[in-house]
């Protein structure tokens, strides 16, 4: 499976972004679809997955800013950034679970500027 995260950039605070990224390849069962991002120097955290059920799961910090949604059948998982702040700074990178197989996109990068 190969996950192509696109949608980065720069962005001044208080400005929106959206992300995007497509599962493709053999895929089995892509239960469950996210976002993680790492800051420079931090260790990398949630930001917010979605499953097949359409459940999801926020990070404290971007709950009311962000919203997560999915495209099921197209294996496509999509970020609304709102409301950002510098501290929304990091690579974004796209997470997919495949039965119990869990893959990485590259990333990608957002900068909020003050």
């Known amino acids: 499976v190969q996950l192509q995260a696109s949608g980065g950039g720069l962005v001044q605070a208080g400005g929106s972004l959206q992300l995007s990224c497509s599962a493709s390849?053999?895929?089995?069962?892509?239960?469950?679809m996210g976002w993680y991002r790492q800051a420079q120097g931090n260790q990398r955290e949630l930001v917010a997955t979605?499953?097949?059920?359409?459940?999801?799961n926020y990070a404290d910090s971007v709950k009311g800013r962000f919203t997560v949604s999915r495209d099921v059948a197209k294996n496509t998982v999509y970020l609304q950034m709102n409301s950002l702040k510098p501290e929304d700074t990091g690579v974004y990178l796209c997470?997919?679970?495949?039965?119990?197989?869990?893959?990485w996109g590259l990333g990608t990068q957002v900068t909020v500027s003050s």
């Open positions: 997470n997919a679970a495949d039965g119990p197989i869990i893959y």
């Open positions: 390849g053999i895929i089995s069962n892509i239960y469950r």
């Open positions: 979605m499953t097949t059920d359409y459940t999801t």
